[in-house]
């Protein structure tokens, strides 16, 4: 069950954040101008077993098919009668981020929106180098891109607990590497993800166990989209 990847969204789509104190704009990310109810499950942008042998089709299968979906159904239903009823997906994260009496929502809008970048972030025969324009913002950023691989890995295998690593940009252009936990996003720190990495021992535990570390190493060598990358560093 596959189609091709859809494309990156443009400026337009971030107007709501910034209205709501985000300095974020023209960030490019997958299907956010989407209706949060009823919001469709993301298909895959490849087949199950395309991501073979880093990560396994039955991982993918019950990672995209049950995890994924089941935030999906759960926004869906926790979203009607609401005010956050049809409202985009990203308009759903940033109006209930840090609001303790809107957790849930948050917590399955942020996962839903974490789980289609991440898809998106990986691509069967990926990794090696980025294109130029990505290219020359690691080094300036990081030095080489033997130091940003090393930097990415060490923070995305340091996340305690669920979570996951992001290489990102800020307002000034520079790119960042963080880490967040269970369904936090970049956005609400005022940075535009350009790729992730999901950390969640479901992503990883069918295939590597408690090797986090060789699950990183081998999406960063193996899997990382880096156009999807590029395309979001130029949205």
């Not at 104190?21 to 895959?44: F, I």
């Amino acid at each position: 069950m596959f189609e091709t990847t859809r494309p990156t969204l443009t400026r337009r789509h971030f107007l709501h954040a910034a209205a709501a104190g985000s300095a974020l704009l023209g960030v490019g990310m997958p299907m956010l101008a989407r209706a949060a109810a009823p919001l469709a499950h993301m298909k895959l942008p490849y087949a199950e077993n395309a991501l073979e042998p880093v990560i396994g089709a039955q991982t993918v299968g019950i990672h995209w098919g049950r995890h994924h979906k089941g935030y999906v159904d759960n926004l869906n239903k926790l979203v009607v009668g609401t005010e956050f009823e049809g409202k985009s997906l990203v308009q759903v994260v940033m109006d209930t981020a840090g609001k303790a009496d809107k957790q849930a929502l948050f917590n399955n809008a942020g996962q839903i929106f974490n789980h289609d970048f991440y898809w998106q972030s990986l691509k069967g025969g990926g990794g090696g180098q980025p294109g130029a324009a990505l290219a020359r913002k690691i080094d300036e950023a990081f030095g080489s891109f033997a130091e940003f691989k090393k930097t990415f890995a060490a923070t995305t295998v340091g996340q305690f607990g669920s979570g996951w690593g992001w290489l990102a940009m800020d307002t000034s252009g520079k790119l960042k590497i963080v880490k967040t936990g269970n369904a936090e996003v970049p956005m609400t720190q005022g940075l535009k993800p350009l790729l992730t990495i999901d950390v969640w021992e479901h992503a990883y535990y069918l295939d590597y166990q408690n090797r986090r570390a060789d699950y990183v190493n081998a999406v960063i060598d193996k899997l990382a989209n880096w156009e999807f990358a590029e395309r979001n560093l130029g949205a």
